[in-house]
């Protein structure tokens, strides 16, 4: 085979290989854009702000991010993850002895049923055993609130992540797609300075002994 139509045929196809990573690219930022978006619109219709840097409790400042934010908008999905698991996720320990919604359940159903058995027999200690039913059913529908809102902020870090993911697989591929950019053009070049008689890897003659 001739050098030069071989030097032809891996230069065009670095082109067309540099065209369709360029495509790739376009649509991976297309969709980081999208999710960047989606996420920042969201967050901001819920008009989230972090508590100002003069109001945070002493637990509050151990957090970092809490204090990087401290009195600024939710916008962005690193700031959802930090309000999520560092804000919610501490006061949520406070409540309930620190008890999920469904660990809550149980004490709930024992203490509705020591309600109604109290009722029927007039209990002394009836008052106070429906006081700790209204404590708990509280706690139990402030966690369901704070497990809610924490676990839908936590959807829009992750979705935010799907879209810094997209972004740094973009920028792979315009890096690659410039290389191949590159190297076809250099792959043209000597193409052309190559001469058209010159073969590649072609057989040495033996020479002839006598």
């Known amino acids: 085979m001739k050098r030069r139509t071989l030097d032809l045929l891996f230069s065009i196809g670095g082109l067309g290989l540099a065209v369709l990573l360029l495509v790739v690219g376009v649509v991976l930022t297309t969709n980081a854009n999208f999710a960047n978006q989606y996420v920042h619109d969201q967050l901001a219709a819920q008009h989230i702000s972090f508590t ?7 637990e509050e400042k151990k957090a970092d991010c809490l204090r990087e934010y401290a009195g600024k908008p939710l916008t962005t999905g690193k700031q959802a993850e930090c309000y999520a698991n560092e804000y919610i996720g501490l006061h949520l320990k406070s409540i309930g002895g620190g008890k999920t919604y469904a660990d809550l359940g149980a004490p709930q159903t024992a203490l509705r049923e020591q309600v109604a058995q109290a009722q029927q ?17 509280a706690q139990r529908e402030t966690v369901f609130k704070g497990e809610t ?5 936590l959807t829009s870090y ?7 993911k997209a972004e740094q697989g973009a920028l792979a591929l315009y890096l ?10 250099a792959g043209l070049v000597h193409a052309f300075r190559t001469p058209v ?13 006598t």
């Open 176 to 185: 690659g797609a410039a290389l191949l950019l590159l190297l076809s053009v």
């Open 197 to 209: 008689s010159e073969t590649f890897a072609a057989p040495e003659r033996e020479r002839i002994t």
């Open 121 to 137: 027999s007039n209990a002394a200690n009836l008052a106070d055993l429906q006081k700790q039913l209204a404590d708990v059913t």
């Open 52 to 58: 100002p840097a003069e109001k945070l409790s002493d």
């Open 149 to 153: 809102l924490r676990g839908l902020l």
């Open 158 to 164: 992750g979705f935010s992540e799907f879209g810094r």
